[in-house]
Each structure stands twice: as C-alpha cells, then as structure tokens.
C-alpha cells in the first residue's frame, strides 16, 4: 500500500471515530430530551413516542441486518436486554420526581461501564483480575453516592428519604445498567457480526405502548405544546443518531478511541441535562460526578 493510500485510509478511520464520539455526545442530551417529553405527555406515551420515532430513524439511516440472517440465540439473548435496558431507563426518567432526581438517575446509569469490568473480570474466571477491577468500582460507587447525597447537601437522612419515597425510578435504573454490562459482555457471541438495533427498537416501542394501553392509554392533562414536540424530537434523534453514529464508528473506526471518549459520558450527561433542564446543582454533585469518570477509567486503565 502506498503513502497516499495509507494516508487515505488513516484519514478515513479518523473521521470515522469522530463520527462515532458523536454518539457519546448526542446520548448524553438524551435524559433531559426524555425527561421533557415525559413531562409533557406522560411517562408512559412519552416514551412510546420517543421509540417509535426512534425506530423509523434508525431503521432509515441505519438499516439493520435482514431478519433472515440473524440468529436466533442473537435475537432472544440480546434483544430482550437491549428492549429491557431501554424501556427500564425510559420509564424512570419518566418517573423521577424531580429533574434533579433525573440527573441523580443518569449518574446510577452510568454505573453500567464498572459492572462491565466486574462482569468481564468475572467470566475470564480471573481473581487477579476482579480484584484489580475492585479500586475503580469502589471510586465510581462512591462517586453516585455522593452526587445523591450533594445534591440533598449531604443530609444522609434526606437521601434516604429522597430514595426511599420514590425507590421504583433508582431500582429500574440500577437493573438496567446491570443489563446493559451483560448486553455489552456477551452480545457479540451471539451476533455473528449481524446487527438488528433498528428492530430492537420496535421491540421496546412495542412493550411501551403495551405499558400505555395497560394502564388504560391516559390522556395527557394539558395538550403539548410546540415545546414538547420539540423535545420529542430531540430525544428520538438523539437516540437514533447517537446508534447510527456509534455503528459507524465501531464498524469503521478506532474502537480503543471510542472506549476513551465513551469515559466522559457521565460528566457530558450531567453537563447536557443541566442546560436543557435549567437544573442548579452542588459542587458536591459535580466531585460525585467527576468521580464516577475517574472510576470507569481507573477500570479502563486496569484492563489494558
């Protein structure tokens, strides 16, 4: 291969990892565009919403493997978690009781990039490696509890009952996150180079608009304004776009990079939802925040 094809070719995998880092980007405006759309027409419809455009955009922009091709074990394994994390999370954001609440939501999702590394050290059957897996899990954990425990100016009694009276949004947060470590973990043995996002996003439309029916498909008590269709539209191209660019990126570009910059997610989150949710927070959120990134790359450093 000559210079300029080499040259081409490094060119070509560069912009593709941008394109990709794009993701992390456009997935932390993700919380606040959720919340708002919630807000606006129910955490149920809100959410059906936002998967069913989802869906068509990704399907458009990021056409999925034929369903012929794609193997069973793939489709049942991999998309009950993929259809269980996205519906979990959705239906929290929905469900927090406050947009601050959201934010302390999005800091226990991000919790999901350390079980990775526990789960992972785990199935390698590695002690050496769950034990070096431990600093980094410790440091994130802790960082979540004191962005909680900040933003209720660490009034242990206060987060308890900041918790405690609205534990369903913390429990579905925390199992998702769990579910998309194993989603990330184990996926690709059953994939076989096959990808079927598109369809596993009609699948978590689907279950949300069973949710919406079942509970009786309730109307929204103010009609939504030119507002929440815009945030509905922030939030179903935030999630498209940010799948597509991530394809791209991983079929194309630099994985290594893109695990980096996928680091800074939390902090991004945090960052977007307080503009697009005009959130105040302590700078005791912000070290909690700062500490769950420092945890996950404390584990990205203890895997190299």
């Given at each position: 291969?000559?210079?300029?094809?080499?040259?081409?070719?490094?060119?070509?995998?560069?912009?593709?990892?941008?394109?990709?880092?794009?993701?992390?980007?456009?997935?932390?405006?993700?919380?606040?565009?959720?919340?708002?759309?919630?807000?606006?027409?129910?955490?149920?419809?809100?959410?059906?919403?936002?998967?069913?455009?989802?869906?068509?955009?990704?399907?458009?922009?990021?056409?999925?493997?034929?369903?012929?091709?794609?193997?069973?074990?793939?489709?049942?394994?991999?998309?009950?978690?993929?259809?269980?994390?996205?519906?979990?999370?959705?239906?929290?954001?929905?469900?927090?009781?406050?947009?601050?609440?959201?934010?302390?939501?999005?800091?226990?999702?991000?919790l999901w990039p350390t079980m990775l590394v526990l789960l992972s050290a785990f199935d390698s059957g590695s002690r050496a490696s769950l034990v070096r897996a431990l600093p980094g899990a410790v440091v994130a954990t802790t960082g979540v509890v004191l962005a909680v425990g900040g933003n209720n100016n660490l009034d242990w009694g206060a987060v308890v009952a900041d918790v405690s009276s609205n534990p369903l949004p913390f429990a579905l947060t925390f199992a998702a996150a769990a579910a998309w470590a194993v989603y990330s973990v184990y996926s690709s043995r059953f994939s076989q180079g096959c990808d079927a996002t598109a369809?596993?996003?009609?699948?978590?439309?689907?279950?949300?608009?069973?949710?919406?029916?079942?509970?009786?498909?309730?109307?929204?008590?103010?009609?939504?304004?030119?507002?929440?269709?815009?945030?509905?539209?922030?939030?179903?191209?935030?999630?498209?776009?940010?799948?597509?660019?991530?394809?791209?990126?991983?079929?194309?570009?630099?994985?290594?990079?893109?695990?980096?910059g996928s680091y800074a997610a939390p902090l991004l989150s945090v960052v977007a939802s307080t503009i697009i949710l005009g959130v105040s927070l302590t700078p005791l959120f912000w070290c909690g925040t700062f500490a769950v990134v420092v945890g996950s790359l404390i584990n990205w450093r203890m895997r190299r």
């Open positions: 291969m000559g210079l300029h094809e080499r040259k081409t070719v490094g060119d070509s995998t560069k912009r593709a990892t941008a394109i990709g880092l794009c993701a992390v980007v456009l997935w932390s405006m993700m919380f606040g565009f959720v919340r708002l759309t919630t807000q606006s027409f129910g955490p149920a419809l809100g959410s059906a919403l936002i998967y069913s455009c989802a869906a068509v955009f990704t399907y458009i922009g990021y056409r999925p493997t034929p369903l012929r091709r794609l193997p069973l074990k793939y489709v049942l394994f991999s998309g009950g978690l993929f259809v269980f994390y996205e519906t979990a999370i959705t239906i929290s954001i929905g469900l927090a009781a406050s947009s601050a609440q959201t934010l302390e939501l999005s800091l226990v999702n991000y369809f596993f996003m009609v699948g978590v439309a689907a279950v949300l608009w069973t949710i919406f029916l079942f509970e009786g498909a309730p109307a929204p008590a103010v009609a939504p304004g030119s507002q929440a269709f815009f945030a509905l539209a922030g939030a179903a191209g935030c999630i498209a776009s940010g799948y597509a660019c991530w394809g791209h990126g991983m079929f194309k570009g630099d994985m290594a990079k893109m695990g980096i």
